[in-house]
């Protein structure tokens, strides 16, 4: 070897104290653990995702078995009483789980994807399609989405969760383009894009495999904010009637209860418990987004300790 | 040049500057030097050595993860390390004041340059607002920039205008020391060039000593009355500049003089300086510059090299020169 | 005075030669500033001729804002001339339609990019830029074997063991590191020239000659071309072959290395030459008379561009922009003062000739 290759012999001694990488997923991990607000989050949703992928363990009875006493207080062979029709509001309880589980997970990806690449899309190739885009997104933004949503639903009777989550990403995943179209612009300075536009990469692909994997921190983020949005909306859907009404869900159960005034007649838990449970879903996804906002920074950023200012143009 | 006092402006000993906890580490490792009044001292070092430290350090301006451990930084007699926050706003600006390195980043881009200029003198003395301004407009002449600029916002001045008005603003109450680090960095040659010239001029009219911290060695050799050249936040080489250049001691010096090709005298190939700087927070033992050294023998391994008197070069931490005179 | 001594590169000379490979011809780029009903351009890059030949090391010099970055990049096809064309090999590139024939232009051109921190992707490990251009550009090659020629080349540009490199992220690696590493990645397609946007302006000084040196290696060893883009004039020298100089958007001075630094003709030239640091040359203080200020770059109209600051600055060179002209040998500047001087010196050498036969 010439002398001058000797220049980089040996294992690589890193100037900035980087030290080991980790994965993103392990990095994820340990943000969660290290912050007591994310983890209380964690913990909760482990508590909810147990009940919902266990249901049938868990819930002594047939949700749907109507042949209970009605409209009893809470006994020791139904914990939380029954409903006006008979139906063991505890084993509801623990069922409905997988409905408001499912929304959340399916508008949290849908919604995100669907931002993502609008966003992305839109900053990096630019000039129209920007401009399109930001205008389509614009619009979206503008239009109250609550009304949108109950008329829309109003419109489409039946149709199941699926039409439901569908209509909750038409109307929420433009807030999260503007994000990430923000966001996106602040790369497209950054050489690695251009040295992928160099090697020949297609656009489709820097898009999905270049830009999108250093936002690991705003995906996330994105996907929790919009897993509590379809929760919240699922829920008020369902409790003013709209939506899926007939499975078992949190949002229903609410709206059998108002309907049969458990409040009033000595059943609050009817209406109480899944109230509390929505609540607490949706609290742990936002707790869960503590440890996220530090992890979209550090591991992800070169260090800017060398940078010299002076640039050409 | 003013007939120097015994007394020289600035004297550091000993200082060591850690950061972190966990283990913490030294960048800046028992540096001592002096400054006398009016003399121009470039430090110079690559990224990492620990320079831009040594300089924020003496100017007492380093914040938590950063803290001064241990050593004294003299100035005008007083041990700015011991002063607390109230006593060191007395003197500073006024005695002493710092150019940073890129002006974009120091100058407030909301503000006009001759409010900014106006905000540095209001917070160091009270003076009535029309002697600010006439002591602005004055300031700015200094500097060669048309006082009309003084309305001008930093994004309407080119790079180098800005410096100069940094400058400006660093010698608004003649200090006796200013302190600058790597204030041409972000200049082009030519800009680069007829600023080091201007500070060199005003130098000589108003004054003032100069630490200007560097990793172009190039640029600062025309200017320095003397050169420090650091290494993992360790002083390896102090002396006048020709000293240095005609004689470099340190191998590291002789090194990073032998990386810079020039654009006149004989075109020859360079070899640089094989390896990387270590890793301060597991220092090498004995010499920190053992690892790379053309010359390391049996006591670089092990034994840290003390600091010598060599010839004209008031300081090389060296091996080599071991029995040459001990400075410390 | 005749061309026939013009070695590979020169701009005016009329014969196309066998051995040039990009050739770029009244390259021109422009940029509309202030939004989009503005009438305000920007004129970044203005009719810029430039040959790179084989094996050849052609230095671009210019400061900030003389376009020479964005010449790299239109040569890379990251921008779009808004006029000239470039040809490589003797065809057009605007030519180029097709993905393929695309991507065959882009095996054939890289680059390496100036900021170690940004130019590799930080959430992948370095190996990846290699990879990637393998599976793109030699599609021949299987899994195994690509990774297996990605340790290969990063042993080439002298990143050992490459085993252990391979697996590293950029943040582990050092700015010299991480410029090597892009080099690799431009080799990866066996391109013919690499267009290295100031590979080492900001690496350390004792670094930068290890970049240097792998870059005259390389051509060397693989026969590849470079456009050497930098501010620094010895840098330039110490690698270049042949010397272009840039200076707000256009071509001022271009020919050998050692006859530019030697024999400066451009004003802008010797103002470059007389403010590079020298720490041999003897201390002198003088001013050099110019502060640096930059030039006028959105809507410039006709004339010098450099004449507000020029010390030779005449009538003429307020109204006339002055062309790229041959004033010796492989030699041009754009200047109408040195094509004068040069005119008038080669007279009184034809009046001599004439006096002594």
Known sequence: MTREMATEVGPAEPVAPGGRHRSVLANLGIAVVRNPKALTGACILALFVVMAVFAPLIAPYDPNDDSFAQGEGPSAAHLLGTTSYGQDIFSQLVYGARQSLLVAFSVGICATLVSALVGVAAAYVGDIADHVLSLVTDIFLVIPSLPLLIVITSYIRGGGTAVMVAVIVFTSWAYGARQFRAQALSLRNREFLEAARVRGERTSYTIVFEILPTMTGLLVANFLSAAVGGILSVAGLQFIGLGDIDTVSWGSMMHWAENNQALDTGIPLWDLAPGLCIALLSASFSLLNYAFDEVSNPALRPPGRRRRARRAS | ?328 | MTGAGAGPGDPRAGEPRRDVILEARGLTRHFRVGGVFSRDILHAVDHVDLVIGEREIVALVGESGSGKSTVARLLALLYRPTAGEILFRGRPVSALRSRRRTLDYRRRVQMVFQDPFSSLSPVYPVSHAIVRALALHRPELSARERRAEAARLLEQVGLTPAAEVMGKYPHELSGGQRQRVGFAAALACRPEVILADEPVSMLDVSIRIGILNLMTRLRKEEGVSFLYITHDLASARYVADRMLVMYAGRVVEAGPCEQVLTDPRHPYTRLLLSAAPDPWAPLEETSLGDSGEPPRMVNPGPGCRFAPRCPLAEEICAHATPTLTELRPAHAAACHVAEREAASASQVRTDQDGIRS
């Open chain 2, 1 to 328: 040049m003013p007939a120097a006092p015994a007394e020289p402006l600035l004297e550091v000993e000993d200082l060591v500057v850690e950061y972190g906890l966990d283990p913490p580490v030294r960048a800046v490792d028992q540096v001592s030097m002096r400054v006398e009044r009016g003399e121009f001292v470039g430090i110079v070092g690559e990224s990492g050595c620990g320079k831009s430290t040594l300089l924020y350090g003496i100017g007492r301006l380093l914040g938590p993860p950063a803290r001064i451990v241990s050593g004294s930084v003299r100035f005008r007699g007083e041990n700015m390390v011991e002063l607390t926050d109230e006593e060191l706003r007395r003197i500073r600006w006024r005695d002493y004041s710092v150019v940073m390195q890129s002006a974009m980043n120091a100058l407030n881009p909301v503000l006009s340059i001759g409010a900014q200029l106006e905000d540095a003198i209001a917070a160091h003395e009270r003076m009535p607002p029309d002697r600010m301004r006439e002591r602005a407009a004055e300031v700015l002449r200094l500097v060669g920039i048309d006082p009309i600029h003084l309305k001008s916002y930093p994004h309407q001045l080119s790079g180098g205008m800005r410096q100069r008005a940094m400058i400006a603003m660093a010698l608004v109450f003649s200090p006796d020391l200013v302190i600058m680090d790597e204030p041409t960095s972000a200049l082009d040659v030519v800009a680069q060039r007829s600023l080091m010239l201007r500070v060199k001029r005003l130098q000589r009219e108003l004054g003032f000593a100069v630490l200007f911290v560097t990793h172009d060695m190039s640029l600062v050799s025309h200017f320095s009355d003397r050169l420090a050249i650091m290494y993992a936040g360790q002083l390896v080489e102090l002396g006048p500049t020709r000293e240095l250049f005609t004689n470099p001691r340190h191998p590291y010096s002789v090194g990073l003089l032998q990386a810079f090709p020039s654009v006149f005298g004989e075109r020859r190939r360079l070899t640089g300086i094989p390896g990387n700087p270590p890793d301060l927070r597991r220092p090498p033992p004995g010499c920190r510059f053992q690892p790379r050294c053309p010359r390391a023998f049996e006591p670089c391994g092990q034994v840290e090299p003390g600091e010598h008197r060599v010839g004209a070069t008031d300081l090389v931490r060296c091996h080599l020169f071991a029995r040459s005179e001990v400075v410390r």
